[in-house]
């Protein structure tokens, strides 16, 4: 069975500081990677999703993730982060070997940008 | 009403009681489904629904019972619970059930359920 680890819980930093969230999966085969964000108080929402191709992901908000196949890792990282960026981070895998649209979630990181 | 929307937002109940979570999506996807959030544990997959039928159930105790009268509404109806379901409720839906590209689950903004 497929599993996603998150390795910060909890992040604290300040405005225009760099950002890296870590996210490594278990599974052998052609997986599909999401990042989904949930800001305070709003819905899970898509930030960005790797499916094929170019392995540097681009999202919304200035975020972008790199698939490493060798490391089972899909990162997230933003270059400067701004307060508005408080928000929980889950990293999520479809193995798609897996019959259909079936999303594993990691645990998520808190993340909190201190004005 | 855009997106997904589920009521009722807070629900409080007892052991014995029998209450239902209800999801609606205004999106025109044909999947829809449910998850559970716990404190301090990863989002996991309950139920899936594609074109009103059933394609997952991912080991759930009975005494969630899912129901699904069309693709735009998904019901979970509860029955004798126990206080370790307490949890976040969530419900997504996508244009199928299938893995591909641009099948992205949209989340509604969940149902925080405590079980007395």
């Known amino acids: 069975a497929q599993s996603v680890s998150q390795h910060n819980h909890h992040v604290i930093l300040s405005e225009a500081a760099s950002l890296e969230l870590g996210c490594n999966y278990s599974?052998?085969?052609?997986?599909?990677l999401f990042w989904y964000v949930q800001y305070p108080g709003q819905h899970l929402q898509l930030l960005l999703k790797?499916?094929?191709?170019?392995?540097l992901v681009k999202g919304i908000k200035g975020f972008e993730a790199e698939f490493i196949k060798s490391k089972f890792s899909f990162n997230l990282r933003k270059p400067s982060v701004q307060w508005s960026d408080t928000a929980e981070y889950f990293c999520?895998?479809?193995?798609?070997?897996?019959?259909?649209?079936?999303?594993?979630f990691g645990g998520g990181t808190r993340v909190l940008v201190k004005p | 009403e855009t997106g997904v929307t589920q009521t009722p937002r807070h629900l409080v109940m007892g052991m014995t009681n029998k209450k239902s979570l209800k999801c609606e999506q205004h999106l025109g996807h044909n999947a829809m489904y449910w998850y559970k959030q716990s404190a301090k544990k990863p989002l996991e997959l309950m139920f899936v629904?594609?074109?009103?039928?059933?394609?997952e159930n991912n080991s759930v105790p009975s005494r969630f019972s899912p129901e699904c009268p069309n693709s735009s509404h998904l019901f979970l109806h509860l029955h004798t619970l126990q206080p370790e379901d307490s949890a976040l409720y969530l419900c997504a839906s996508s244009q199928s059930s299938g893995g591909t590209a641009n099948n992205e689950q949209f989340f509604g903004p969940g149902t925080r359920l405590t079980v007395l």
């Open positions: 999520a895998v479809n193995a798609q070997a897996a019959a259909g649209n079936k999303l594993t």
């Open positions: 790797y499916f094929s191709g170019d392995p």
């Open positions: 599974y052998g085969g052609t997986v599909n």
């Open positions: 629904y594609n074109f009103k039928e059933q394609t």
